[in-house]
């Protein structure tokens, strides 16, 4: 019976459309970006196999497969609505319990979490942050998010997340000021340094060929949050893992000179608590759009 039951997101952001006739105006609803009702109605349309909006330049308008599925789909999800009220004896506000590492919060995270609580406006986010293996951190949490496989709990059933890389990254201005052709032309300018990931220059410079070269100066800051803002404000060259600079690179804050020249990083994981709230499982679900989009995204070393 439900193994035709299309993904919900997807026809929430159907219908705010569909009402609207507007991409933008449902956006606006929704408080997500136009580009993010536009995937979740493409995929929503791949699932059913048919095309439910006829795309113009600034309109869309519903096709006759639309009209029907609109007709249906709009009093599905006030009737889910109202069948969750009618059972529901917990606050309207519920909690998830997110831990992960302060760098990954701050560059990562974050910058993304708008849109989930858009999406899911019953659901509040507790991020919590540190630099111990999951198994080790304080306090109780429902999900967790870690590099490499060790430091769980053995309770725990854990998911691949993010594959990462580490690359170097500068601001617009810096680049657009004095251009670099080649590796060797960084020893010129400040290089930016994590204490916390302080090897990771003298790896991606060996990579380069440039490990015997002294740079001109160097500035070190204690997380590679600190870098990347340093970087984003012109005060050098930084090398940091591409997870943590992509929202900076889509957004052109930061642009990537050297996008051949990158090392592989291990790649991240997630696991969710067995005694987790059964809304972390919206988060993991989430979690994946967001991965999808991520790998799908040609901005990320577009210079």
């Not at 993904?7 to 952001?13: E, G, H, S, T, Y």
């Not at 617009?172 to 590796?183: H, R, S």
Request: proline share 8%; with cysteine; glycine share 4%.
């Amino acid at each position: 019976m439900f193994n035709l039951l299309p993904p919900l997101n997807a026809v929430r952001a159907f219908v705010a459309a569909a009402r609207h006739q507007s991409f933008t105006l449902a956006a606006s609803e929704l408080h997500v970006t136009h580009g993010a009702v536009s995937r979740q109605v493409r995929a929503l349309e791949d699932y059913l196999g048919v095309l439910l909006f006829e795309r113009q330049v600034r309109q869309v308008s519903l096709t006759a497969e639309g009209l029907r599925f609109f007709a249906q789909a709009e009093a599905a999800l006030q009737q889910i609505s109202a069948a969750a009220q009618s059972v529901t004896s917990r606050p309207a506000s519920r909690t998830i319990r997110i831990n992960v590492r302060p760098s990954f919060a701050v560059r990562w995270l974050i910058p993304r979490l708008p849109e989930f609580v858009a999406l899911y406006p019953g659901i509040e986010p507790h991020v919590d942050t540190s630099t111990l293996p999951p198994e080790k951190a304080v306090g109780n949490f429902d999900i967790a998010i870690r590099r490499g496989l060790k430091g769980w709990p053995s309770s725990w059933q854990i998911s691949p997340f993010l594959e990462d890389v580490l690359c170097t990254v500068a601001s617009p201005a810096l680049l657009g000021a004095q251009p670099v052709a080649e590796p060797g032309a960084l020893v010129s300018f400040p290089l930016l340094w994590a204490k916390t990931r302080n090897g990771d220059w003298d790896a991606w410079r060996k990579l380069a060929g440039i490990d015997k070269a002294n740079p001109a100066s160097r500035m070190q800051f204690e997380h590679v949050h600190f870098v990347l803002q340093a970087a984003v404000d012109g005060m050098g060259f930084a090398v940091a893992p591409l997870s943590l600079a992509s929202h900076d690179l889509v957004r052109g804050r930061l642009r990537c000179p050297f996008p051949d020249l990158w090392m592989q990083l291990p790649r991240y994981y997630y696991a969710v608590a067995p005694d987790s709230a059964p809304e972390v499982q919206f988060f993991v679900e989430w979690l994946e759009n967001e991965l999808l989009r991520q790998r799908a995204n040609p901005a990320l070393f577009d210079k």
